[in-house]
């Protein structure tokens, strides 16, 4: 079999493109062979491994929740027992409450809205 120049011509450009095809599927290859082992790598973490400021608990029992800022300053409260001061007497709500306060400290919202009882004096 004879083959001619233009042969030879077809055949180089035929081969630097298969060569060229092969580079990209070996580049595919190996991005896919990394994200895979990737992937592994990061399921196969300890699933106990958390951060140690998160307290994982199944309940949690208290008679009041407070929510303060950094420097103290408390912004809400729920309650069972949550007090009211009007005309200069406390008065006392014996059930739940959530309470919000403003900046200076002074409820800006009580739900229930109003108290249920007046102590007696």
């Not at 249920?116 to 004096?121: I, K, Q």
């Amino acid at each position: 079999m004879n083959f001619t120049e233009p042969d030879f011509q077809k055949l180089a450009a035929r081969m630097d493109k298969l060569e060229s095809h092969n580079r990209k599927w070996r580049l595919a290859a190996f991005l896919l062979a990394v994200c895979t082992s990737s992937l592994v790598l990061m399921a196969a973490r300890r699933p106990d491994q958390i951060d140690p400021s998160t307290v994982r608990a199944h309940f949690v029992e208290a008679q009041e929740f407070i929510l303060k800022d950094a420097d103290g300053q408390v912004y809400a409260r729920l309650t069972l027992t949550p007090s009211k001061k009007v005309d200069g007497r406390m008065l006392l709500n014996y059930g739940p409450a959530l309470q919000f306060y403003n900046e200076n400290g002074k409820p800006i919202w009580t739900a229930p809205q109003e108290p249920l009882m007046v102590p007696a004096r």
